[in-house]
Nanobody, 115 residues
Framework: QVQLVESGGGSVQPGGSLRLSCAAS????????MGWYRQAPGKQRELVAT???????NYADSVKGRFTISRDNAKNTVYLQMNSLKPEDTAVYHC?????????WGQGTQVTVSS
């Protein structure tokens, strides 16, 4: 079992920045592909970004050039740096750990972008 705890969400004005963190409970964090997903009210959960254990990254088109995913295997932590935030980025952001047939999810952290 892997427990994931997100932090760093909050409220910000359009154009602002936030940095999300996701800490994993297990030291084998390094073998997982880690990802950030988000779910806005009334919408399905969608992929934001993923990073493999080899640090290959993938982004949703809507966040390319604005968001950056990174990982620190020594700290069992994955980050999402979000810049130039837009109101449409408002959602609950969830951390995901994937390996083989296993998927683990965090509880989520709220990000609200509003003037």
């Amino acid at each position: 079992q892997v427990q994931l705890v997100e932090s760093g969400g909050g409220s910000v004005q359009p154009g602002g920045s936030l940095r999300l963190s996701c800490a994993a409970s297990r030291s084998i964090f390094s073998i997982f592909t880690m990802g950030w997903y988000r779910q806005a009210p009334g919408k399905q959960r969608e992929l934001v970004a993923t990073i493999t254990r080899g640090s290959t990254t993938n982004y949703a088109d809507s966040v390319k050039g604005r968001f950056t995913i990174s990982r620190d295997n020594a700290k069992n932590t994955v980050y999402l740096q979000m810049n130039s935030l837009k109101p449409e980025d408002t959602a609950v952001y969830h951390c995901n750990a994937h390996f083989g047939n296993a998927d683990y999810w965090g509880q989520g952290t709220q990000v609200t972008v509003s003037s």
